[in-house]
């Protein structure tokens, strides 16, 4: 694939410029989607001082000791699934990621209905006992919630919808996943899976890189580099938001390569359908004709062939992930 193909850069920062700016900025968000189902978000309003602050908290935990890391290992987090696994403990496709990570949510306390009910994944998340890391987790999702809430307008805009469509159907109280991954440096990073080809499975992904690299997605016959771009958000496609649209929008294969030179630090937001919505296509959007997107899957389902609520397709695939949990946790 050509070395110089990259994906679009979409600049957030025209939205409150008036309907005209909204419109050309949803075709814009509607084509990324279409070709790539990849794009990069600038001009979000995400400051950096608080990206920063969050990535040198997260640093600081992952240079603990491993015994300290496992103080608030996932298998204490109960249903909620929340908290800290460790290298290989996750799997895509039935094979160990090289990569470790936290877990965190919507933090719900024991008052909340869902948590009453022992829902799955909802409930208080768990952190170190440095106070540092927890205020940054909490604010850096309440930031990139607004985001994601403003990207779904632009996307129901894009596809010649009511800008509350997507709110009013289905985020208006959200599924929120956050999550913060390691990928240790290896020694042969021809070999050095940190994740192997996968896709995301709710709406949209907003993930936040550091500059080490490694990251690619699938891109017609080939496999297309996503290095950061200063200040930007990596923002793609997921399972449920090309269901939605009827095969439209692409959710897209991507990986993960280590690197032999450094670790490497990521943190996506999650932003994905109310854990109870029923999702069926939208009668409306017109398929595209860039695809079929989903003629080779990873994991042999197939989004559009799915009856389920959101909560009960994303139970059965966090079940593949982590098979050590499910019998605790589900």
Known sequence: MSASLQLPVVDLSSMHDGAAARLELARELDAACRQFGFFYLVGHGVQTRQVQALMASARAFFDAPLDAKRSIHMSKGGRAWRGYFQLGEELTSGRPDGKEGLYFGTELDESDPRVQAGTPLHGRNVFPSTPELRGAVLDYMEEITRVGHQLMALLALGLSLKETFFRERYTGDPTILFRIFNY?????????????????YGFITLLKQDTVGGLQV?????????PDVPDSFVCNVGDMLERLTRGRYLSALHRVRSSARSDRLSMALF??????AALTPIETVAPDSYSPHTQVRWDDL????VQQ????????????VFPWLREKAL
Do not use: I, N, Q
Request: proline share 8%.
């Open 302 to 305: 197939d989004p559009h062939a």
């Open 184 to 200: 240790p440096r290896v020694a042969d990073p021809t070999d050095g899976w940190g994740v192997g080809e996968h896709t995301d």
């Open 309 to 320: 609520t959101y909560g009960e397709y994303l139970l059965s695939k966090v079940g593949r």
């Open 271 to 276: 932003f994905d359908p109310a854990f109870d």
């Open 218 to 226: 699938r891109h017609r016959d080939g496999w297309l580099e996503v």
